[in-house]
Structure formats: C-alpha cells, structure tokens
C-alpha cells in the first residue's frame, strides 16, 4: 500500500499526494461506514485503482488537529500582519499566538508589507522577539525577507492566519507565482480587504513544504482556558512564575508577583503584560458563563 497526504476534499474524492503526483481517491467502505471523518492534512493508505485514482484504506493517528481551518498534521502557524493597510492590532496577535500554542502548533509572526513602514515592522519586532517568538519582517510587494520566509516553510504543513488585507496570500503568490490566489486590494472605505480566500487546500511549494492560505478574520475567541492556565502561553512570563509569592498568582492584583516586578523592571513588555489582564479578565468571563 502507499502512503500519501490528502491535500483537498471536494465532490466526494480526497485528493491524496504522493510523489509529486495527485490521485483522486475515494473512501473504502468500511470507514465510510464507521463515519470516519478525513481531513485535508491527514497521511493516509491508499491503493492506485488508476494513473490519477485510487481509494483510502487507512488513516494514520493525527499529530494534531486545528479546528479553524479544518486541517490535520499542522506543524506551524505563520500569523501574517500588516505594518499598516491594516493597521496591526497586537491584542489579536496575541490571541491568535495563544491559539496556535494552544493547539500545539508552532506560531511565526510575520510582519508583512514592511515597505509600508519599517519602524512599525521594528517596534513589533522589538516586542515579539524578546518574548520569545521568532519573527520574520516582510514584503509581497519588493521581495524583502522572501527567501527567509521561504527556508521556514521548507518543511511539513504551515497555516497562513491573519486580519483579512494583511497579505497572506499575495505573499504565497510572491513565493510560488504558480499558484495564483487570488488577492484583493484593501478597501479604503472599511479599512480592510474584502474575504477572498475560500475552501482549504494543501498546496505544494517547489522549494518544498505543504501551505495552506485561509479567509483572514478580525476577530477571534481564545481556546477554553482555566485562568491559571494563561500565563503559560507568555513564553517571557515562565522564568519569573517560581517566584510569586502565591501559587496560583494571576498576577493581576496579588502581592509579591515576580511578574509584575519584571514587568516594573523593564524586562517584560508592558504591552504584552496588558494584554495578558486583558485576555485574563475575558478567560474569568469565560469561565463564569461556563459555570453560570
Ligand atoms: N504595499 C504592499 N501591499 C501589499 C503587500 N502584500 C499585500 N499587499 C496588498 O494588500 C492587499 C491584500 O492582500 P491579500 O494578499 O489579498 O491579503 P490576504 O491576507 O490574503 O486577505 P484575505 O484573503 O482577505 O484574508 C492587496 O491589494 C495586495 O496587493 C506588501 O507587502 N506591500
Ligand atoms: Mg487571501
Ligand atoms: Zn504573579
């Protein structure tokens, strides 16, 4: 039997992808019986019933699974923002950083159309790469940071998510002119572009790597999360944890919060830290609505 990637799902057929060829393959009947679900990104076992068909025999177990998009054996989230066109909000960067951590997906920040303003490409830069999340700086439009962002795609499965505008696709198109996704300019009007990108699809890249472009979005719940738990997707938070006063410190109000010292200090971002009471306050919302 052979083994392949399903890139696509359309009309009934799974488009497995294998060597460098695609076949359109059905599902044997005992796991459509069973009401087993495939998603794109799922390595399966096939057998060829044709130079371009064949049908699914098995599904090896998932490494991961995101929910938005639908998509199975995700390695990496590559969050794309707008220096400008639109203008990044750092609060949904922060967000979205929980949910790729939370989803047990590695998150890249990349900070696209930098030929807009290279500063506000270096202020978010100055914040997120201390926190410790790797960053890339970006343009579609003049090439800039391509080759880097082409070196971390090399391998396995990345997502592009971002605020619809922000360049997701132009910038897969600038990496792979082949694929021609469409794009939209921004409407002046309403600040941000219209959704232009659909149904979720696989696609190879010749230098290697499977991506998958998604619709962008402009705003987005976290993941169900106990308030305890929040502090740990702040990577720059865990060397101070060990040393609040209080275990079980939120370090919103409590004294003696090693958290709130290095923020004082100067050794965590203030923006960061207000973000976090931000989304600490919506996780209690959350989780009295939960138990209401
Ligand atoms: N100046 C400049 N414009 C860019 C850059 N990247 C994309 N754009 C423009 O920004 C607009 C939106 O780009 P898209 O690639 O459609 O954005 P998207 O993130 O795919 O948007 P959705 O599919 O709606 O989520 C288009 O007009 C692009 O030409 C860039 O690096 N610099
Ligand atoms: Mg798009
Ligand atoms: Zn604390």
Redesign the pocket.
Known sequence: MRAGVVIKASGGFYYVRSEAAVYACVLRGRLRRQGQQVLVGDEVEYTATGAQSGVIENLRPRRSRLVRPPVANVDRAIL?FAVR?PYPNPLLIDRLLIQAGAAGVIPVLCM?????GAEKAAGLTSVYRPAGYAVLV????TGAGLDALREVLRTGVSVFA?P????????LNALEPGLSLK????SAKIGR?????RHVELLPLSGGGLVV?T??FSSLALPPLERTELARFFPEFQAYLPDCRFTGCLHDQEPGCAVKQAVAAGKISRLRYENYLKLLHEVIEQEKRKYD
Do not use: C, E, M
């Open positions: 794309v066109d696209n159309k930098a030929d807009l970006t343009s579609a439009k971002g619809s505008g922000a360049g997701k696709s132009s910038l794009t939209q300019a921004v572009g219209r959704h232009t990108t472009d619709p962008g």
